[in-house]
Antibody, heavy 123, light 110 residues
Framework: QRQLQESGPGLVKPSETLSLTCTVS??????????WGWIRQPPGKGLEWIGS???????YYNPSLKSRVTISVDTSKNQFSLKLSSVTAADTAVYYC???????????????WGQGTLVTVSS | NFMLTQPHSVSESPGKTVTISCTGS????????VQWYQQRPGSAPTTVIF?????PSGVPDRFSGSIDSSSNSASLTISGLKTEDEADYYC?????????FGGGTKLTVL
């Protein structure tokens, strides 16, 4: 049974904001042992780290996406979320949520992954 | 910017051993943990090696990871190859400012 599950719209219009949620099951998102992160993969291409969040709200972002990304945590729902603004076709990708051990700086060691969700940017 | 370079593809026969390299562009690859992920077509990545050379439970001991500081590279070695090992493999590490993935290596077992 997967512990991480992504959800959100599969289609987003150009210039709008992409919003995804990752629901954590089988444990508390408020644990000080983990960071929670997002990674994406354009069709037929490699993996790109987007950023991560700690239960306290501390965040780390990929410098190339930082101006458009917000990652937040909702401990009451055991969820964390991704918002990516001003999207273009280049943001079309499978988006994965992942869990990293907290002793890896800024959530830099993803270990458990969700199944991923495809988001297409198109009008 | 810190980058990780992998061979685009490798191939080997069942039962043989294959090694996939991952070379860091700068700094010391030994300074930060390296992870390896396996991705079969149509599936999410799964971790086969974490923290340079540790295997998650359920990953067979045919998979091993190592670091070579002299060449600033990490390696994933798969012994006793099986057809089910055919997949894309990605290395991953980080520097002070970013988390980085290698470009991926397509392993063909034929």
């Amino acid at each position: 049974q997967r512990q991480l599950q992504e959800s959100g719209p599969g289609l987003v219009k150009p210039s709008e904001t992409l919003s995804l949620t990752c629901t954590v099951s089988g444990g508390s998102i408020s644990s000080s042992s983990y960071y929670w992160g997002w990674i994406r993969q354009p069709p037929g291409k490699g993996l790109e780290w987007i950023g991560s969040v700690f239960y306290s709200g501390s965040t780390y972002y990929n410098p190339s996406l930082k101006s458009r990304v917000t990652i937040s945590v909702d401990t009451s729902k055991n969820q964390f979320s991704l918002k990516l603004s001003s999207v273009t076709a280049a943001d079309t990708a499978v988006y994965y949520c992942a869990r990293s051990r907290a002793y890896c700086s800024g959530g830099s060691c993803p270990r458990e992954w969700g199944q991923g969700t495809l988001v297409t940017v198109s009008s | 910017n810190f980058m990780l370079t992998q061979p685009h593809s490798v191939s080997e026969s069942p039962g043989k051993t294959v090694t996939i390299s991952c070379t860091g562009s700068s700094g010391s690859i030994a300074s930060n943990y390296v992870q390896w992920y396996q991705q079969r077509p149509g599936s999410a990545p799964t971790t086969v090696i974490f923290e340079d050379n540790q295997r998650p439970s359920g990953v067979p001991d045919r998979f091993s990871g190592s670091i070579d500081s002299s060449s600033n590279s990490a390696s994933l070695t798969i012994s006793g190859l099986k057809t089910e090992d055919e997949a894309d493999y990605y290395c991953q590490s980080y520097d002070s400012s970013n988390v980085v993935f290698g470009g991926g290596t397509k392993l063909t077992v034929l």
